[in-house]
T-cell receptor, first 108, second 111 residues
Framework: NAGVTQTPKFQVLKTGQSMTLQCAQDMNHNSMYWYRQDPGMGLRLIYYSASEGTTDKGEVPNGYNVSRLNKREFSLRLESAAPSQTSVYFC???????FGQGTRLTVV | GEDVEQSLFLSVREGDSSVINCTYTDSSSTYLYWYKQEPGAGLQLLTYIFSNMDMKQDQRLTVLLNKKDKHLSLRIADTQTGDSAIYFCAESYTGGFKTIFGAGTRLFVKA
């Protein structure tokens, strides 16, 4: 009964490094999302995928890329990490947005 | 544009009722949600209401919607220390893929 699984849970990067955040869901949802959560700002949508094979920009897409590998998996890539990307990242799936546990990313 | 606003903090005594308020701007919103986030965890969907409803009750939770004023509230009856968390209000609309979240209300429950 996993729901939405994100990896890793924690990560520290140096400025300029790249990494990919992984997300998988086992609820057969068409839509998947990536959000970032910053103190006092709620959640902001980075990218979303309405269905397998499609991706669209959200509110704050700059500095990120995504891949909808298949119906289950939706990954978020930081090509050249910046300190402004220090945040907690959440993956979600489905219309009602079932959330993963989050990835706490620090860029130094 | 789309916006969801909430007060940032609420403090109540254990056993009292808590009322968390939210206002939204998108009149085309179809679904309005309440999520709960405990420390170190993701958001958990608590309840939701369709925009054609005025009220929804689910055990200790009561959601009230005033569509004219674009005001949504979440009432938690008999608040317990385990209810201490951040509560997010959110809106979305039919056919849309963007759920707009408020900044969250941090609920403190004093024993």
């Amino acid at each position: 009964n996993a729901g939405v699984t994100q990896t890793p849970k924690f990560q520290v990067l140096k400025t300029g490094q790249s990494m990919t955040l992984q997300c998988a869901q086992d609820m057969n949802h068409n839509s998947m999302y990536w959000y970032r959560q910053d103190p006092g700002m709620g959640l902001r949508l980075i990218y979303y995928s309405a269905s397998e094979g499609t991706t669209d920009k959200g509110e704050v897409p700059n500095g990120y890329n995504v891949s909808r590998l298949n119906k289950r998996e939706f990954s978020l890539r930081l090509e050249s990490a910046a300190p402004s990307q220090t945040s907690v990242y959440f993956c979600a799936s489905g219309t009602e947005a079932f959330f993963g546990q989050g990835t706490r990313l620090t860029v130094v | 544009g789309e916006d969801v606003e909430q007060s940032l903090f609420l403090s109540v005594r254990e056993g009292d009722s808590s009322v968390i308020n939210c206002t939204y701007t998108d009149s085309s919103s179809t679904y309005l949600y309440w999520y709960k986030q405990e420390p170190g965890a993701g958001l958990q969907l608590l309840t939701y209401i369709f925009s054609n409803m005025d009220m929804k009750q689910d055990q200790r939770l009561t959601v009230l919607l005033n569509k004219k004023d674009k005001h949504l509230s979440l009432r938690i009856a008999d608040t317990q220390t385990g209810d201490s968390a951040i509560y997010f209000c959110a809106e979305s609309y039919t056919g849309g893929f963007k759920t707009i979240f408020g900044a969250g209300t941090r609920l403190f429950v004093k024993a």
